[in-house]
């Protein structure tokens, strides 16, 4: 049979079919790992952008309490005012170079009467990760704090926390809780504190990189060609047919006594 004939068949067709939807499926996972590598150097050039910024007063770099302009990620502000210490609270389960602990969020209220929540940074846990080892100190004096905005973190259904803690950096449910105007869509990470009164770990900056997306993306386009040689091969090793075994050629008598002297003269010669 032909290989044309043979392509068309019901069977080869039905096969065909399926190579096609298999290098379909290869083609959307090399996409969606190229999306994901878009997604890594955005983060990457946004870090890049806003991290060595000049410190500029919160409420200029925000406006006000309702902005969510997602670009602002890393940038520095700079609050004025004083720790609310009475409504200081602890984010559970947060790794730190000494294993599981805390972050500690303080709201600090700004001169300008809003409120940004401030994370001052890790802190050990005890031995039963219920609680800080030993919970920092907040000033209670009016100070200057700079600090890296952080967009909210968001929920998670099911998992609660004790009085004075929280399972996630969610800012809308630390300002349900206060009686200020709050910074709702962010968080911000202390760098600097004036006078300087920090206790925790303090925060250093985050190293970013692509990861293996590009390489993981080349090589679903791979899969996809291979399925498609692996196709072609094998469509036309069918239309070639079975291949006929390789039968001895029988070998002569003369052949035959020839072996026997040469075996005889080399046993002589043994």
């Not at 890790?122 to 905005?149: E, F, Y």
């Not at 993306?217 to 079975?242: C, I």
């Amino acid at each position: 049979m032909t290989l044309v004939r043979l392509a068309l068949t019901r069977r080869w067709l039905g096969i065909l079919v399926m190579t096609i939807a298999f290098a379909v499926v290869c083609v959307g996972l090399g996409q969606w790992q190229f999306a994901r590598r878009a997604e890594a150097q955005a983060a990457i050039a946004l870090l890049n952008a806003n991290y060595d910024r000049s410190p500029a007063p919160v409420t200029d770099v925000l406006g006000d309490t309702m902005n969510t302009d997602r670009s602002l990620k890393w940038t520095p502000v700079k609050v004025e005012g004083r720790y609310l210490a009475d409504r200081v609270i602890y984010v559970r389960t947060r790794i730190g170079d000494a294993g599981i602990g805390f972050e500690q969020l303080v709201p600090f209220l700004d001169k300008s009467g809003n409120v940004l929540v401030v994370d001052r940074g890790w802190v050990a846990a005890d031995a039963t990760n219920s609680k800080p080892v030993k919970a920092p100190a907040i000033p209670t004096i009016d100070m200057s704090v700079v600090a890296r905005l952080m967009p909210t973190e968001q929920t998670i259904p099911g998992r609660d926390a004790p009085a004075g803690q929280i399972a996630t950096i969610h800012v809308p449910t630390i300002a349900g809780r206060l009686n200020n105007p709050t910074f709702e869509a962010w968080y911000a990470r202390v760098a600097i504190e004036t006078p300087a009164t920090l206790s925790t770990e303090p925060w250093d900056r985050p190293i970013l990189d692509e990861g293996p997306h590009l390489s993981y993306a080349l090589q679903w386009y791979v899969f996809a060609l291979m399925g498609f040689v692996g196709y072609g091969w094998a469509l036309r090793k069918e239309a070639r047919g079975p291949i006929e075994p390789t039968v001895p050629k029988a070998r002569t008598g003369r052949q035959r006594d020839e072996d026997f002297e040469d075996a005889a003269v080399d046993a002589g010669n043994a």
